[in-house]
C-alpha cells in the first residue's frame, strides 16, 4: 500500500504543516472575525430591537394607564355633576311643590271663608225672607199681624227644626 | 485492470530535495491546497458582503461557524472558545479533505496514515502540553480519578496511561481507515461494473449507495476526528 511507503512520508507532512498553518491563518484572521462580526452585529440589533419594543410597551401600558385613569376621573366627575344637577332639580321641585301647596292651601282657606260667610249670610237673609214670607202668610191668610220678634222667634224655631 | 490501491499512489508534481529530503509537490499536496484555496474562496464569498440578513452562502458560513463554535462550547466551555480557530481549521481542513476525495480523479489526503497521524500527534502533543501548563503536576490525576480505592492504583494506572497513550493512534487510524476502505471498496465495485457487462447496473447501483454512504461518512468523520479532540481538550483543560 502507498500508504506505507515511508519514502513519501517528509513531503506529505511538510506540505499538511505548510498548508494547514495557511489555513489557520485564513480562518483566524480573516473568515473568524467576518464571520463573528456579523453575526454579534446582527445579535447586537436584535437585542437592541427587543429592548426597544419593551420600551415602547412600557410606554404603550403607561399610557393607556394615564388613559384609563383619565376616563375614570372624568366618569366620577361626570357623575358628581350628575348628581348635584339631580339635587339641586329635586331640591327646586320640592320647594315649589312646597310653594304651590301653600297658596293652594291659602287659597282653599280664603275659598273656605268666603264660602261659609256666604252661607251665614245666606242663612241670615233666609231667615229674614222667612220672617217676612212668615208675616205676609200670616196677614194674608188669618188677617193677623205678627210681632217682628215673634215672627223670628217661630222662624228660628222652624229652622232648627228642619236643620 | 488497475489496483484498487493505486488511487493512493502519491505522484510527485514538482520535485524538490531540500538536503537530502524528498519534499516534492505531489498530488496529495495539491488537494491539500486545493482544499485550502476552496476554504478561502468559500469564506471570502460567503463574508463578501456581510449582510444582517445572510444569503445562502453567508448562511452556510454561519453554520458552519456555529456548528464548530457550539461543539466547543458544549464539549469543553468558554475557555475552549481560545481554541476556536485551531478546531475550526482542523474541522475544515478534514471535511474538505474527506470530500474532494469522492470526486472522481481526486485524491484523498486524509486516506494517508502519515497525515492523520502527523495531525493527531500534533493534537495529542498540543493537548498534553495544555493540560501540564493549566494543572502542573496535578495533571498526573488524569491517570488516577479522584474516589478510586487505593488498591486499584496497580491496575487502573496502566490502564489509564494506555487508553491516554493509545488516543493519537486510535484517532489518527479510525480516519485513515474509513478513508482508505471506502476508497477500496468504491473501486473494487466500480471495477465489477465493466467487468460483468451487460449486469453491470446491479454493481453500478451498488456503486451508486455506497457513494451516498462515503458522503456521509466523510462529513462524519471529519465531525468525529473534530470532536474527539474537542473532548481531548477537554479532559486537558477541565480534567475528568
Not at chain 1, 88 to 103: L, P
Not at chain 2, 46 to 69: C, D, H, M
Amino acid at each position: 500500500m502507498p500508504q506505507f511507503d515511508f519514502l513519501s512520508f517528509p513531503s506529505q507532512i511538510f506540505w499538511l504543516v505548510v498548508t494547514f498553518v495557511a489555513l489557520y491563518f485564513i480562518i483566524s484572521r480573516f473568515a473568524i472575525p467576518r464571520i463573528g462580526d456579523v453575526m454579534e452585529q446582527r445579535q447586537k440589533m436584535i437585542d437592541d430591537d427587543l429592548e426597544r419594543a419593551t420600551q415602547l410597551k412600557a410606554d404603550t401600558d403607561a399610557a393607556i394607564q394615564t388613559y384609563e385613569k383619565a376616563l375614570a376621573e372624568a366618569r366620577a366627575k361626570a357623575h358628581e355633576v350628575m348628581k348635584g344637577a339631580q339635587d339641586e332639580m329635586s331640591r327646586k321641585a320640592e320647594e315649589r311643590n312646597r310653594d304651590v301647596a301653600e297658596k293652594l292651601a291659602q287659597q282653599i282657606a280664603e275659598g273656605e271663608t268666603r264660602i261659609s260667610k256666604a252661607r251665614d249670610e245666606a242663612l241670615a237673609s233666609i231667615r229674614e225672607v222667612a220672617t217676612d214670607a212668615a208675616k205676609a202668610v200670616a196677614d194674608k191668610v188669618a188677617g193677623v199681624s205678627i210681632a217682628d220678634d215673634k215672627a223670628e222667634a217661630a222662624v228660628a224655631a222652624a229652622l232648627k227644626e228642619t236643620r | 485492470m488497475a489496483s484498487p490501491v493505486e488511487q493512493f499512489d502519491i505522484k510527485p508534481l514538482v520535485e524538490i530535495q531540500v538536503g537530502g529530503v524528498d519534499i516534492s509537490f505531489t498530488n496529495s499536496a495539491l488537494f491539500m491546497a486545493i482544499a485550502v484555496g476552496l476554504s478561502a474562496l468559500f469564506f471570502w464569498y460567503g463574508t463578501r458582503k456581510r449582510a444582517l440578513v445572510p444569503g445562502r452562502w453567508q448562511s452556510v458560513n454561519e453554520v458552519f461557524y456555529e456548528f464548530i463554535a457550539n461543539m466547543i462550547r458544549d464539549n469543553v466551555g468558554k475557555e475552549g472558545m481560545k481554541y476556536f480557530p485551531f478546531i475550526f481549521t482542523l474541522f475544515m481542513f478534514v471535511f474538505l479533505g474527506n470530500m474532494l476525495g469522492l470526486l472522481p480523479y481526486s485524491f484523498t489526503f486524509t486516506s494517508h496514515i502519515a497525515v492523520t497521524a502527523a495531525l493527531a500527534l500534533f493534537i495529542f502533543i498540543a493537548v498534553t502540553i495544555i493540560g501540564f501548563a493549566r494543572h502542573g503536576t496535578h495533571f498526573l490525576r488524569m491517570f488516577f480519578p479522584h474516589g478510586a480505592p487505593i488498591a486499584t492504583a496497580p491496575i487502573l494506572i496502566p490502564i489509564e496511561l494506555i487508553s491516554y497513550l493509545s488516543r493519537p493512534f486510535s484517532l489518527s487510524v479510525r480516519l485513515f481507515a474509513n478513508m482508505t476502505v471506502g476508497h477500496i471498496m468504491l473501486k473494487v465495485l466500480a471495477g465489477f461494473v465493466v467487468a460483468l457487462g451487460v449486469f453491470g447496473f446491479i454493481p453500478l447501483a451498488v456503486v451508486f449507495g455506497v457513494t451516498l454512504l462515503e458522503i456521509g461518512i466523510a462529513a462524519l468523520q471529519a465531525y468525529v476526528f473534530t470532536i474527539l479532540t474537542c473532548i481531548y481538550l477537554n479532559d486537558a483543560i477541565n480534567m475528568h
